[in-house]
């Protein structure tokens, strides 16, 4: 169980995280304590970390696989009453997405800055701000962004905070295109699902096609072929050791498509051919297919 901790300032508790074989880089992560751990538990941790807890405990979990158990979390805020734990660290969220992160952070990163924003209304616009100027991007739309540089590099913390960013705008998505315009020849789009959502059904009435390669979490793709060969599902997801799992798919443009979440978030890269506008995708009922 992972614990979110934040500060009247705006900053989260983070612990240092023993590289793993292979990796010679420090992440940065959530505190965590035994599953199903008691109130008692939970003071005692605290009282041990010098900490002193200013707020309710939430308690929430989030599904980041199909095939393994929800990942539970206690959020809450607190103050420091001495010093901290060696490998604790508190961190401002401005300077977070400049590390190296794990996946205790990366997915619960919309509880996080909906906390901040709580804890300090206005936050939620001022880190916005400075991540698109951190990140060189151009923000079309509350949930559309464009990247400026000829090369980016896709971080875990530049995904898990754009989708954090447009949840908090009221939005279910965001879209990162990191081709430089729609008129270029190669449509590259990093796709974020910040939150559980179906799209579609949609298409794109030409004869090329759209490959979805996953990053994080579950969708499922149901293309609508109408007819005798109806719709037909198919179930892509990010899983290690699992060698027969399709993570990557490429469906035709021109058939009707609907995609839904599976996960509580889910990541992955569309690609498709150019130049694009948003007026060349058709939208429809599934009912107008039959």
């Known amino acids: 169980m992972f ?23 420090n992440l940065l992560g959530l505190p965590q304590i035994e599953d199903n751990s008691s109130q008692a538990k939970l003071d005692q941790w605290l009282k041990a970390s010098s900490l002193n807890k200013t707020s309710e405990v939430d308690r929430f979990s989030l599904r980041t696989s199909t095939d393994i158990s929800n990942t539970e979390y206690l959020s809450f805020s607190a103050e420091s009453q001495g010093a901290i734990t060696s490998s604790y660290e508190w961190v ?11 996946n205790s952070i990366a997915v619960a990163t919309n509880q996080i800055i909906r906390q ?10 001022r880190l916005e701000t400075q991540f698109v100027k951190d990140f060189d991007l151009n923000k079309v739309s509350p949930r559309v962004f464009f990247a400026k540089s000829e090369t980016v590099e896709a971080t875990e913390s530049l995904i898990s905070f754009l989708g954090a960013f447009s ?6 998505t965001a879209r990162l295109c990191m081709h430089n315009s729609q008129s270029q020849v190669i449509q590259e ?18 004869d090329s096609s759209v490959s979805y390669h996953m990053m994080r ?5 149901t293309s609508h072929h109408g007819g ?30 609907t995609i839904r979440t599976l996960t509580d978030s889910a990541v992955f890269i569309e690609v498709q051919s150019g130049p694009f ?7 429809s009922s599934i009912e107008g297919l039959r």
Request: glycine share 8%.
């Open 189 to 206: 789009m990093l796709m974020i699902h910040a939150v559980p959502t179906s799209t579609g059904p949609l298409r794109q009435n030409n």
């Open 217 to 221: 979490g579950a969708i499922e793709i």
């Open 228 to 257: 005798e060969t109806g719709d037909i599902v198919h179930h892509v997801e990010r899983r290690s050791g699992q060698p027969f799992s399709p993570s990557s798919i490429r469906v035709p443009a021109r058939v009707f498509r």
């Open 116 to 125: 901040i924003e709580h804890e300090m209304p206005g936050s939620l616009l």
């Open 92 to 102: 401002a969220i401005e300077s977070l997405w400049h590390r190296e992160i794990d």
């Open 277 to 283: 506008s948003d007026t060349d995708t058709e939208w």
């Open 3 to 25: 614990i979110l901790i934040t500060d009247k300032s705006g900053r989260i508790l983070v612990d240092h995280i023993v590289p793993t074989r292979g990796s010679s880089k």
């Open 167 to 172: 949840v908090g705008n009221g939005q279910q």
